[in-house]
């Protein structure tokens, strides 16, 4: 069974700076979607970035990026230039895209809370 | 994207009585919906994968006959807690893939904005 594992319970930084929020994951796939999700105050579930596993090249989205290093199976999330509205848990999440097996489930980490301060 | 809905967004309920929660996909149809629940500060935990016109699949360690799930069409699926007690009091949210006729990727999960039960 796949695990994710974020080991930072809490952060915190100040408004501008650039903050990297943690994430490994142990599977025995192959193929595979990494995911960092989003959850501000109201809960409403909110997709960051998504990587697949097959490409090398790192995903970025405007101010996030992440770090795919899949030997290591680590998908660290870096948020730069970061902004009040970023305050919120971030949970990463991994995803087996085999149809066949069924559906699709997203299996979380336990999260990070991440408190942007003015 | 694809939108899914969750109703009510909150209800309080007596120990003892049924809640049921709706799920929709108000724009892509959705054979399969996933249904989490998250308690405070903590993480969402698959409780089961609804299948439209067959049985849900629960996880382990969630009781059935206690979680009810009918997927009753392709935009509906509801999640019935049947006799409620406080220790079901949470945050309930389901999600649904994208790419079922909806235009977008199947490696997409999107999420309604959650139901909040509390059981008095």
Redesign the interface.
């Known amino acids: 069974a796949q695990t994710v594992t974020q080991s930072q319970p809490e952060m915190s930084v100040q408004e501008a700076e650039t903050v990297t929020l943690s994430c490994t994951y142990d599977t025995s796939e192959n193929n595979y979607y990494l995911f960092w999700y989003k959850q501000p105050p109201s809960r409403q579930m909110i997709l960051v970035i998504r990587q697949e596993a097959y490409k090398q090249q790192n995903a970025t989205e405007n101010r996030f990026s992440v770090n795919f290093q899949k030997a290591a199976k680590s998908f660290s999330l870096k948020i730069s230039d970061s902004q009040l509205g970023d305050t919120a848990m971030y949970f990463c999440a991994f995803m087996n895209p085999d149809i066949i097996q069924g559906a699709q489930k997203l299996v979380f980490g336990q999260g990070t809370r991440l408190t942007i301060n003015p | 994207g694809a939108v899914v809905s969750q109703h009510p967004s909150w209800v309080i309920c007596k120990s003892g009585t049924s809640v049921k929660i709706e799920c929709r996909s108000l724009d892509f149809q959705a054979t399969?919906m996933?249904w989490y629940r998250?308690f405070p500060?903590?993480?969402?935990?698959?409780m089961a994968?609804s299948?439209e016109g067959s049985k849900a699949?629960y996880e382990q360690g969630v009781e059935k006959d206690k979680f009810l799930i009918n997927h009753a069409s392709l935009t509906l699926s509801t999640l019935t807690v049947t006799s409620a007690h406080p220790e079901d009091s949470s945050?309930y949210?389901c999600?649904a893939?994208g790419g079922q006729g909806g235009g977008s990727s199947?490696?997409?999960?999107f999420?309604g904005?959650?139901t909040r039960l509390t059981v008095l």
Request: glycine share 4%; proline share 9%.
């Open positions: 399969t996933f998250q500060k903590q993480s969402l935990m698959l994968t299948n699949t945050f949210i999600s893939p199947y490696n997409e999960q999420f904005p959650g």
